[in-house]
């Protein structure tokens, strides 16, 4: 079993719409979790951490779920700049951070 | 000043060639990484330094060879490469902090071995 499996979508939505997608990780004792956004041909960025009461930030909302081992992104009133990959992130050990193949969402006018 | 430099951003190399990626963090981050992202798949990691010490090496190739002069550059060093190392190279930093890493990437070096 992949340690972070996601969806590769593509989730294809209009603007103004919400999407929303999870990650699935293989350890429980995983630590931390966090989101990452890819552009093509860019470097990933952070995004947002992922805390274990769900936080929110803008338009952006992360959710853990621990029983399940599962962590969930949402988008809410979809733009064209929210098109892009979306790299699910957890913290399994010290400096081993593991990174799931994204999941790729294409926001059209 | 981005937070991150790595040149070159593109390189194109023979397999008998020697090259070599640079990086350079700006952030006071005591750790630097090399990760390798090929089409559709995972970031791999390849290498960790912290405090300049090599603390991981996920068994990557001897054709591969880091070296973290200190704790704000981080070289890897290609020679005789295959065509399947064709790949994004990202170089990141991070300030450690047990179980709370964030990573801040460069720009990346794509990579093609013909």
């Known amino acids: 079993r992949k340690e972070v499996e996601q969806d590769p979508g593509p989730f294809n939505v209009p603007e103004g719409a919400t999407v929303a997608f999870n990650c699935t990780y293989s350890?429980?004792?995983?630590?931390?979790f966090f989101w990452y956004r890819q552009d093509c041909r860019k470097e990933p960025k952070l995004l947002m951490s992922?805390?274990?009461s769900g936080n929110e930030d803008g338009r952006f909302t992360a959710q853990l779920n621990r029983a399940s081992q599962y962590i969930s992104l949402l988008i809410r009133d979809s733009k064209l700049s929210d098109s892009a990959t979306y790299l699910c992130v957890v913290n399994n050990h010290d400096y081993k951070l593991s990174f799931g193949a994204g999941t790729t969402v294409t926001v059209r006018a | 000043e981005t937070g991150v430099t790595q040149t070159p951003r593109h390189l194109v190399m023979g397999m008998t060639n020697k090259k070599s990626l640079k990086c350079e963090q700006h952030?006071?981050?005591?750790?630097m990484y090399w990760y390798k992202q090929s089409a559709k798949k995972p970031l791999e990691l390849m290498f960790v330094y912290n405090f300049k010490e090599q603390t991981e090496n996920n068994s990557v190739p001897s054709r591969f060879s880091p070296e973290c002069p200190n704790s704000s550059h981080l070289f890897l060093h290609l020679h005789t490469l295959q065509p399947e190392d064709s790949a994004l190279y990202l170089c990141a930093s991070s300030e450690v902090d047990r179980g709370n890493e964030k990573l801040f990437f460069g720009s990346g070096t794509q990579l093609s071995v013909l």
């Open positions: 952030l006071g981050h005591n750790a």
């Open positions: 992922v805390y274990s």
């Open positions: 350890n429980s004792a995983s630590q931390s």
